[in-house]
């Protein structure tokens, strides 16, 4: 049984950091896309950050120079290192397991999802 379990999640206050990290069990992810997305209240789920099986990464605008994704193939482990965290960073962040290597800002590529930790910046 695949499943995916973010940790990490918090309540912080602007300027604050956080790390995010995903433990994938049940098969290895290690050629896969992994992907992060989060969804804020009231508000669609949208991508934030993927990183392919040879590390490249692509990030939303908003997040740019802020977040960084980074991966460990050995310990099937995904992070998003979030930093200079800002009111709008707010949501439920989850992690993701794309169906191949070829990385995607879409869900419908990623069939494979955890159930979110909640990431809450607030002064």
């Known amino acids: 049984q695949v499943q995916l379990v973010e940790s990490g999640g918090g309540l912080v206050r602007p300027g604050d950091s956080l790390r995010l990290s995903c433990a994938a069990s049940?098969?290895?992810?290690?050629?896969?896309?992994m992907g992060w997305f989060r969804q804020a209240p009231g508000k669609e789920r949208e991508f934030v950050a993927f990183?392919?099986?040879?590390?490249?990464?692509r990030y939303v605008d908003s997040v740019k120079g802020r977040f960084t994704i980074s991966r460990d193939n050995v310990k099937n482990m995904v992070y998003l290192q979030m930093n200079n965290l800002k009111p709008d960073d707010t949501g439920v962040y989850y992690c993701?397991?794309?169906?191949?290597?070829?990385?995607?800002?879409?869900?419908?590529?990623?069939?494979?999802w955890g159930l979110g930790t909640q990431v809450t910046v607030s002064s």
């Open positions: 993701a397991a794309n169906r191949g290597i070829t990385p995607s800002v879409t869900e419908l590529e990623y069939p494979y």
């Open positions: 049940g098969r290895t992810f290690s050629r896969n896309a």
């Open positions: 990183i392919t099986w040879n590390d490249y990464e």
